[in-house]
């Protein structure tokens, strides 16, 4: 059986790392003394702040476009996004040396992600527990396989990973030890192939102005063809996965439009497997239990938009719906906060 998990940055913040995007524009959008005055423009009047998630960052990139102008041409962009891009790996940098693992806590910690990662039934009524606990039990023969398609490009999940591999493993299956087959950083990381766009042209307000420039200005812009321009293969290799999967989780990620690539094609995995379940982890679903009406209409809303990406509304049927499930409950929550500051000492220590 493969479960395959989609991490986004909701795990990051959970862990306690500042990687919200406002956290990190907050300090971007500071004019520091070896910026030029095109970076001085695009800090002050053009990149946007106080946006609720980085797919909204990413959409407002797109729409930052119609900036380009006699005064502000198609080279200044692309060398405002990679200022961007570039500033951004060196925050997250930063942040990711806060989450100090050491001899002393790493079997604790690792102990606490394999658990995790095996409680993905955690949080869920007796009927959809029974279904997707059912789905489990149908895969009689054969460990379970994990694999993890990361959106982040810090590389918290994957020291977690590694260290929970070389000290605790992944439990067990019918009598056979789990394991994690595949793992891949989709937009890259803070050292190679970073990923940082739209989904496609209709997400960019002026497309008119690259057409004189060379494809890679337009491939800087949208994520696909980045991700051809960086010849790694990895959204074929990260499809692949998903084709393969028994059951993805959905965890710290909003569905945004500039990653309808996936959502997109996890709809069409679910219409083409019929025995193939999808949840969906949102952390701001209500906890209310005593009336659960309120927390049915906020599931099929979230049905609904996952559904969304469906291009034929005919095809948006009962039997795709009851096979999303839809969880406020954490299984991440015993590592809630684990990333300390550093002293100055640790900070170069590190």
């Known amino acids: 059986m493969n479960v395959t998990f989609l991490i986004g940055n909701g ?143 810090t590389d918290s999940l994957d020291l977690l990973c590694g260290n929970t591999n070389n000290l605790v493993g992944w439990g067990i299956h019918n009598n056979e030890r789990n394991s994690v087959n595949k793992f891949i950083h989709v937009h890259g990381t803070i050292d190679r192939s970073m990923v940082l766009g739209v989904h496609d042209e209709s997400q960019l307000a002026n497309t008119e102005s690259f057409k004189s420039y060379d494809k890679f200005c337009i491939a800087q812009m949208i994520k696909s063809q980045t991700d051809t321009a960086n010849e790694e293969n990895t959204y074929n290799n990260a499809l692949q996965i998903l084709n393969n999967s028994h059951l993805i989780y959905i965890y710290g990620m909003s569905l945004g439009d500039t990653d309808k690539y996936w959502w997109g094609n996890i709809c069409r995995l679910l219409r083409a497997n019929s025995s193939l379940r999808v949840i969906l982890h949102c952390y701001n679903a209500p906890k209310n239990e005593l009336l659960p009406f309120e927390i049915r209409r906020f599931e099929d809303k979230q049905r609904d938009r996952l559904l969304s990406f469906v291009n034929d509304e005919k095809e948006r049927t009962a039997s795709l719906r009851e096979r999303i499930h839809i969880t406020g409950a954490n299984i991440f929550r015993d590592l809630e906060n684990i990333a300390v500051p550093l002293s100055e000492n640790q900070a170069k220590a590190s």
Not at 17 to 25: E, G, H, N
């Open 11 to 153: 795990f990051d913040i959970n862990l306690g790392l500042r990687t919200k995007y406002t956290d990190f524009i907050e300090i971007y959008r500071e004019i520091q003394p070896q910026d030029n005055e095109i970076i001085k423009k695009f800090k002050g009047n053009i990149i946007k702040k106080n946006l609720p998630h980085w797919s909204d960052a990413e959409l407002a990139f797109g729409e930052a476009t119609s900036s380009i102008s006699e005064n502000f041409t198609v080279e200044d962009f692309c060398y405002c996004h990679t200022h961007f891009c570039t500033t951004l790996a060196e925050y997250l940098r930063s942040e990711q040396k806060r989450l100090v693992l050491n001899k002393e806590n790493l079997p604790v910690i690792s102990s606490k992600f394999s658990k995790a990662v095996n409680n993905f039934t955690l949080g869920f009524r007796t009927v959809q527990s029974d279904q997707i606990r059912a789905l489990i039990s149908s895969y009689t023969r054969g460990a379970i396989s994990f694999n993890f398609i990361d959106f982040n490009y």
